[in-house]
């Protein structure tokens, strides 16, 4: 009889223990990332349109990875003119998908902002250099120009999670732009 009460614990004991592994909030998913880690989908261009509604940003120019017409989406010259300096530039080759405004008809008062989705495996550190050295460049070139307002610049926000990369030079908006992106991640 103790045996048999012996070998009930023992079994009791297993299916507890495989029980309690199966109670997990987390489970992987098929590349071993935990659906904890799991980062949801943005649509870029309803975010972008949502920042620049409510800054009510105009007069910049819009691009979009989702677009097929010349002057909508970043091209090699584009690129190299926002982003890049004489010798490189960011490889776009990373860049899954893309929504950017810039607006440069008001150069005094300085405004723009970028959403990147990057493919797996692509240097995100890497990426944000390109856009921080933007933003250095145009508060270097500011000193010429008193009259020019740098705080969007001197408080922008560069900032990357699961696969998204963004920054943001709108006044009065970089922490609250940055936090509401963060939050639908």
Do not use: H
Not at 23 to 29: A, R
Not at 48 to 71: C, N, P
Not at 81 to 102: H, K, L, R, T, W
């Amino acid at each position: 009889m103790k045996r048999f009460f012996l070998i009930l614990t023992a079994f009791m004991l297993i299916f507890t223990l495989c029980a309690c592994n199966g109670g997990d909030d987390v489970s992987e998913n098929a590349s071993g990332e935990s659906k904890n880690d799991e980062v949801k989908a943005l649509d870029l261009k309803a975010e972008a349109d949502a920042i620049i509604q409510k800054y009510s940003l105009s007069g910049g120019k819009f691009y979009s990875s989702d677009s097929t017409t010349v002057g909508e989406y970043l091209d090699e010259d584009l690129i190299r003119s926002y982003y890049g300096d004489a010798a490189e530039m960011p490889n776009f080759d990373e860049v899954d998908s893309y929504a950017v405004y810039i607006d440069e008809s008001k150069p005094i008062n300085p405004s723009e902002f970028g959403i990147f989705k990057m493919k797996d495996g692509a240097d995100a550190d890497k990426f944000i250099l390109f856009l921080k050295a933007r933003i250095d460049l145009k508060i270097q070139n500011a000193k010429a120009y008193p009259t020019m307002d740098t705080e969007p610049l001197k408080t922008a926000v560069f900032t990357k999670k699961g696969g998204y990369v963004w920054y943001c030079v709108v006044k009065g908006g970089n922490e609250d732009i940055n936090k509401t992106l963060e939050g639908k991640l």
